[in-house]
């Protein structure tokens, strides 16, 4: 139904850039990519791996979702330069949950190139990998490490605009009816049934794809609605498609299943819709959760807005 499609030469593509600073960037860039026969491959080389195999998996899994998270729980932007930027420098294997946080003190404390540069130099966690880099030397990296980041966001912004075209196949009704008795909806199979969570919008979407693909994705998450895009490697985009999962983040997080799309209109199936008790603190019962089903139809900028302006995150591709 979906296909995934690649950028054109995003890999290759020659990133340049004026300032004084650039000229220091290429020497460490230089340094932590081995072999490159010349600086004016560098940049080059810098997009390739971040739009590629373990540098866009790290781009997209750990800085993009940081930055993504605290703007929706901060309402305010942190860019990927600013959490990245070490990492490239020292050859440092980046884990989420020191890049989360570093994305939060950011965050709550406006910072800059300057401020961030002081912290790192100072921080116990930090420091012994930054020995013989001064604060000008560290500030410098960082704003040019934000004109590369523009430009592998450009990259990237080519390739998901590229995977959320409607190919053939997107248009359509699903045609397998609803059972919220049946097995894939209550213990021992569905895991939100298990856990405590039946009656969550969850509970539902994992449900109703299994329903529809008979057991397809058992595999799929069951936790936090706003994280099913970065914990599940599906495809997902920004074009609506029958037989996708819509997902929202923030805080009004929460998923729902694309039952049929006719180019104009979509219409979707959801768990947790104006629920008259809590089905967060314990399961709710099966005949509860039932009543607080919901199909909805209207078009895509109608369904961005459902659960609050700007935190619609996509669709994730079923097939």
Known sequence: MFKKKKGKNAGTRMLSFAGAGFGFFIILILLIFGGISGSADAPANVANYYTQGEGLKEYKEIYLKATKEVKDEKSYDVGVYQLAWYYALTEQTPVY???????????????????????????????????????????????????????????LEEEDGLESEAPIGNIGANEVGADLNSKWYTSPTNPSSISGYQGQCTWYCWGRANEVFNGKYTGMPAGNARDWVWQWNQDWGQAPAVNSIAVWGGDLQHVAYVESYDGTTIIISEGNYNPTKSCVNYACSLEDSISFTNVWSGTLEELKTRQGGGNFIGFIYLK
């Open 97 to 155: 949950e020191d890049v989360k946080k570093e994305a939060e003190w950011i965050a709550d404390n406006k910072g800059t190139a300057e401020t961030i540069a002081d912290r790192f130099l100072k921080s116990d966690k930090y420091k012994d990998k930054l020995l013989g880099y001064s604060k000008q030397d560290i500030v410098a990296f960082i704003k040019d490490f934000k004109k590369m980041d523009e430009e592998i966001a450009k990259v």
